[in-house]
Nanobody, 119 residues
Framework: QVQLVESGGGLVQAGGSLRLSCAASGSTFSSYQIGWFRQPPGKEREFVAHVIVSSGSTRYTDSVKGRFTISRDNAKLTVYLQMNNLKPEDTAVYYC????????????WGQGTQVTVSS
């Protein structure tokens, strides 16, 4: 089992940057795939990016490619989401989640952190 805590959200102007952190507990961090998801106001939650911790393999949704970078620090049991050139449509509650790479569903979720981008 793993517990996840997000941090780093806030209010930023369009074109600005934020770095979100997802701190994990537990000794099996390297076994997981960690994903970032977001839920814009009034919309469904959507996938943003993921990293397979053991290999570093990453994947992004098209709308954030070239602007967001997901990375991990195995020593700190932390996954980051560096968000550059933010747009108002990036406004959402951002969640990190964990699953084993060979499982279909994400089983463990953080509490979320609000990101608001003003125009």
């Amino acid at each position: 089992q793993v517990q996840l805590v997000e941090s780093g959200g806030g209010l930023v102007q369009a074109g600005g940057s934020l770095r979100l952190s997802c701190a994990a507990s537990g000794s099996t961090f390297s076994s997981y795939q960690i994903g970032w998801f977001r839920q814009p106001p009034g919309k469904e939650r959507e996938f943003v990016a993921h990293v397979i911790v053991s290999s570093g393999s990453t994947r992004y949704t098209d709308s954030v490619k070239g602007r967001f970078t997901i990375s991990r620090d195995n020593a700190k049991l932390t996954v980051y989401l560096q968000m550059n050139n933010l747009k108002p449509e990036d406004t959402a509650v951002y969640y990190c989640a964990a699953k084993f790479p060979y499982f279909r569903n994400y089983d463990y979720w953080g509490q979320g952190t609000q990101v608001t981008v003003s125009s």
